[in-house]
């Protein structure tokens, strides 16, 4: 069976640190992968998605990038972190096609 | 790109009594429609879904409508229980979800 894992599941880092979130997914192959983000008490907000090693499309400008470099395997990080990229991250797969997602348990990051 | 636009943004009920949550998007090549049920802390949870070729799908105490000319569609709880309280989340979709702001649900036993 297809599992995801994401982690760290809580992360406290200070202003201007470095940031590196995984996510992996296990039992697919060529999954369509993503980075959502979801403010306190707020929606969630599309970040990345990917559709294949080294295909990244961003959808919002910010201070985060994303990188795919392997199959199942994506990775989001920042260089400098701000206060406001606190927050809750999800990853999320699906199989190619337009089918439900499957979400990861998420990493809440808070930055101080 | 996908606007998705979901009301109301809180909804509170008593035990037994029924939930309608509505969303409309603005892309009509959106092709499918889920919706997802987030407990506290936890991950989005797909609970029901329904593609464009569809007009109306049932799970139980669950269902969603679709109306592809006005563009919105919408989700039915009948019957609710203290632990459908959660925030829900519809999303529309032609390659990427796009979602709603959510809904935070509250049934009052």
């Known amino acids: 069976s297809q599992t995801i894992h994401q982690w760290p599941a809580t992360l406290v880092q200070p202003v201007g640190s470095p940031l590196s979130l995984e996510c992996t997914v296990e039992?697919?192959?060529?999954?369509?992968l993503y980075w959502y983000r979801q403010a306190a008490g707020r929606g969630l907000q599309l970040l990345f998605y990917?559709?294949?090693?080294?295909?990244i499309s961003s959808e919002v400008p910010q201070n985060l990038s994303a990188s795919r470099p392997q199959d199942r395997q994506f990775i989001l990080s920042s260089k400098k972190l701000l206060l406001s990229d606190s927050g809750f991250y999800l990853c999320?797969?699906?199989?190619?096609?337009?089918?439900?997602?499957?979400f990861g348990s998420g990493t809440r990051l808070t930055v101080v | 790109g996908e606007n998705v636009e979901q009301h109301p943004s809180t909804l509170s009920v008593q035990e037994g009594d029924s939930a309608v949550i509505k969303c409309t998007y603005s892309?009509?090549?959106?092709?499918?429609f889920p919706w997802y049920k987030q407990e506290l802390g936890k991950r989005p949870q797909l609970i029901i879904d329904?593609?464009?070729?569809?007009g109306e799908k049932k799970d139980q105490r669950i269902a969603v409508t679709l109306n592809k000319t006005a563009k919105h569609f919408s989700l039915h709880i009948t019957e609710t229980q203290p632990e459908d309280s959660a925030v829900y989340f519809c999303?529309?979709?032609?390659?990427?979800?796009?979602f709603g702001t959510g809904t935070s649900l509250t049934v009052i036993p």
């Open positions: 999320a797969w699906s199989v190619q096609g337009n089918h439900g997602y499957t």
């Open positions: 039992g697919t192959s060529n999954p369509n």
């Open positions: 892309d009509s090549a959106s092709n499918y």
């Open positions: 329904i593609r464009s070729n569809v």
């Open positions: 990917s559709v294949g090693i080294g295909q």
């Open positions: 999303a529309a979709s032609r390659n990427q979800f796009y």
